[in-house]
Each structure stands twice: as structure tokens, then as C-alpha cells.
């Protein structure tokens, strides 16, 4: 079947000076039919430090704004999915 990976929920303070506001966000990677699993599951658990840092740091230089509504969500996606995808080849 197709190989997907949770990674651990990652928590930042989002960039709204004077308030604090917090986002929490649980992300599942899911690979193409053609990803071999016998690579990406060890793949995946050796970079997931490495992707849950970059969300953290990512997040935290988001404001409310930039999280809000059905459009801000589907950028968001690409542009984790565009930092991920390289992260996660051999």
C-alpha cells in the first residue's frame, strides 16, 4: 500500500507582537505509489527532526492572519510540500 508518516505535533508561538498566540499542527506525509518503502519508512524517521525544526521555525514567523481561512491553508500545504519533497530524496 501507499507509505505515510506522522510526525509528532509540532507547537509554535505565531509572529503577533503583544499577543500570544499559538498554532499546533500534526502533519502526515503521504508518498506517491511509486515510493519505495523500504526506503522512505527509514528515510522519514531519520529526517523527521530535521522537518519537525523546519515547521517550528516556519510557523513561528507566521502571523494569525497568514493562517487564516480555506486559501491560507491550501498555501501553506504547498509550501511545506515544497520544502519536504527535496528533504525526503535520496
Known amino acids: 500500500g501507499q507509505l505515510r508518516a506522522q510526525l509528532d505535533a509540532v507547537m509554535a508561538n505565531l509572529d503577533e507582537p503583544g499577543v500570544t498566540r499559538f498554532l499546533r499542527a500534526s502533519i502526515t506525509i503521504q508518498f506517491t505509489m511509486d515510493y519505495d518503502v523500504a526506503v522512505g ?17 516556519y510557523f513561528a514567523g507566521l502571523t494569525i492572519e497568514d493562517v487564516r481561512g480555506t486559501m491560507s491553508l491550501a498555501r501553506i500545504k504547498n509550501q511545506i510540500r515544497d520544502q519536504f519533497n527535496p528533504r525526503l530524496k535520496r
Open 41 to 57: 519508512g527509514p528515510l522519514v524517521n531519520e529526517k523527521k527532526m530535521i522537518l519537525r525544526d523546519w515547521l517550528t521555525t
